[in-house]
């Protein structure tokens, strides 16, 4: 079993959707948690950065994180084409020096 | 100005060749990576290092060796290409540990044929 478990997708829903993302891991360990943002052919850009449980917000996009549950979520409201990407979760613990990646999602907005 | 920029972006080479990957950050961090993702965009680490010294070195066959000349280089080194070395290789660099978010470069997506 891995210690991050994402579904790959593909996930395609129309413009101006809500997207939900998740993953689930099993290191109670795991603090830092993150989700990153990759275009094709190009390099994972983070996107949200959240320490330890609760919501953050960034414009259309909510990270959530349940460490109860070991379950963390991305939500993008208003999805928007310039949405598709892959989008992968990351976590770490505080005295770990690598983030461990779930698979990727990859999403498609269409117009 | 690029934050984390590698060299080459493509690379493509026959079997048994020995081949380098360049990575520079001019971003002042003091950890740095070596991931690499698979055809499936599993991301998963090969190499960390800490201010020039190694600190991560996961199951990597030993004809991947990295190099850290300074803080904000790290180098990749693999000998005798395989098929299966096949991927894109990202370098990465983080302020402090893990727990910090990481940047990552474009990405080299090396071709062994």
């Known amino acids: 079993q891995k210690e991050v478990e994402q579904d790959p997708g593909p996930l395609s829903v129309p413009e101006g959707a809500i997207v939900s993302l998740n993953c689930t891991y099993s290191n109670s360990a795991f603090q830092y948690f993150m989700w990153y943002r990759q275009y094709s052919r190009k390099g994972p850009e983070l996107l949200m950065y959240t320490y330890s449980s609760g919501n953050k917000e960034d414009g259309r996009f909510t990270a959530q994180v349940d460490k109860s549950s070991k379950y963390i979520s991305l939500f993008i409201r208003d999805s928007q084409p310039s949405d598709s990407a892959t989008y992968l979760c990351a976590m770490s613990s505080s005295n770990d020096y690598k983030l461990s990646f779930g698979a990727g999602t990859t999403v498609t907005v269409r117009a | 100005d690029t934050a984390v920029s590698q060299t080459p972006k493509y690379l493509v080479t026959q079997m048994g060749n020995d081949k380098s990957i360049k990575c520079e950050q001019n971003l002042g961090h003091d950890t740095m990576y070596w991931y690499k993702q698979d055809s499936k965009k599993f991301l998963k680490i090969m190499f960390s290092?800490?201010?020039?010294?190694?600190?991560i070195n996961e199951t990597v066959p030993n004809r991947f060796s990295p190099k850290s000349p300074d803080k904000a280089h790290l180098n990749l080194h693999i000998n005798s290409l395989e098929l299966g070395d096949s991927a894109v290789y990202f370098c990465?660099?983080?302020?402090?540990?893990?727990?910090?978010?990481?940047?990552f470069g474009q990405g080299t997506r090396l071709t062994v044929v």
């Open positions: 290092y800490n201010n020039k010294e190694l600190i």
């Open positions: 990465a660099s983080t302020p402090l540990t893990g727990s910090s978010e990481a940047f």
